[in-house]
């Protein structure tokens, strides 16, 4: 299955931020350059006939065309999906001096030193809102040629399993973890100076935190947790009325949902139910059960 960068012709790339509660695609390719970058948890996918598992600080790159699908992912998965259209793709391999398109290996993973995590997540988060042409393709550019930099180095002198085991020894903070699970109660629309109280930090620390493991600010986190949300209870529809869901997903109002939608998704809602009744996109949840069903 190809799949299309929900995004206007006008932009040269697309990011998006993953997680369990996130909508997921059967086996498919894309046309565009693909690059993944794990904050916590694990995946693991399947790319061509080879596995590949994915943990904190790993790095991963599809070139256009290859095939992969999601075989698992862990309760607290956190991760960042980036699709670049060609033009961006060719001038970010002369800027790195790093070739991925029309090569033999059509992907391919390495590991990220934690600052070098942190900096990339603030580089996604910075375009994830970021609705002008003008300002995203030059931040995409930058995005990708650090990106392709980095497969260069560290896929080349490290090696990816070795990195990934030490990766796995990096833990959340207790007050992230405590704030995440209470974004995640739809019905507790808690102000942050009650959220920062209940996880036992000062509101500005817990901000400054959150972001900085999470990769999105608390707002955003809520958002994309409600939007997920949604996305589970509406499923295909079928007489169900859109804005009720909204507002039992924790939205305020359809304008507001709908902003959010999009910014979470890349498209507007009714584009999503349009992908829904064609199979073309699952939520997590019961597109794990289905893999699980065919291979039983």
């Known amino acids: 299955m190809r799949l299309d960068l929900p ?24 046309d565009e350059l693909e690059v993944k970058l794990v904050l916590w948890g ?13 943990g904190p600080g790993s790095l991963l790159w599809l070139a256009p065309g290859q ?6 992912v862990s309760d607290d998965l956190a ?17 790195s001096d790093m ?10 993973a390495c590991v990220l030193p934690p600052t070098h995590v942190r900096d990339f997540s603030t580089l996604h988060a910075g375009l994830v809102r970021c609705e002008e042409p003008a300002l995203v393709n030059p931040r995409s550019l930058e995005l990708l040629t650090r990106a392709l930099v980095s497969f260069r180095k560290y896929g080349r002198s490290q090696d990816f399993e070795a990195m990934f085991d030490r990766g796995r020894q990096s833990a959340l903070h207790a007050a992230v973890g405590r704030a995440r699970e209470l974004l995640c109660d739809t019905h ?20 400054r935190v959150f972001k900085q493991q999470m990769g999105l600010s608390i707002v955003q986190f809520r958002n ?14 079928d007489g169900r009325n859109m804005l009720e869901v909204a507002l039992d997903s924790g939205f305020g109002s359809y304008p507001q949902f709908h902003r959010a939608f999009h910014q979470v998704t890349g498209y507007a809602p009714s584009e999503h139910l349009r992908r829904v009744r064609a199979g073309v996109v699952f939520p997590t949840h019961q597109f794990v059960q289905a893999q699980r069903e065919q291979t039983s």
Not at 42 to 54: A, C, H, I, P, Q
Request: charged content about 25%.
């Open 7 to 30: 995004r206007e012709r006008e932009f040269e790339a697309g990011i998006w931020y993953s997680t369990r509660a996130s909508t997921w695609y059967p086996t498919h390719h894309h």
């Open 42 to 54: 694990n995946t693991r996918y399947l790319m061509g006939k080879e596995e590949v598992e994915l």
């Open 224 to 237: 994309h947790f409600r939007i997920q949300q949604f996305i589970a209870r509406f499923g295909r529809g």
């Open 99 to 108: 070739r991925v398109i029309d090569q033999r290996r059509t992907w391919g």
């Open 79 to 95: 991760m960042w999906v980036a699709s670049f259209r060609k033009r961006t793709a060719l001038a970010a391999e002369v800027a």
């Open 67 to 72: 095939e992969h699908t999601l075989l698992t």
């Open 188 to 207: 507790a629309d808690l102000p942050l100076a009650t959220l920062a109280r209940r996880c036992g930090l000062e509101g500005s620390r817990l901000s």
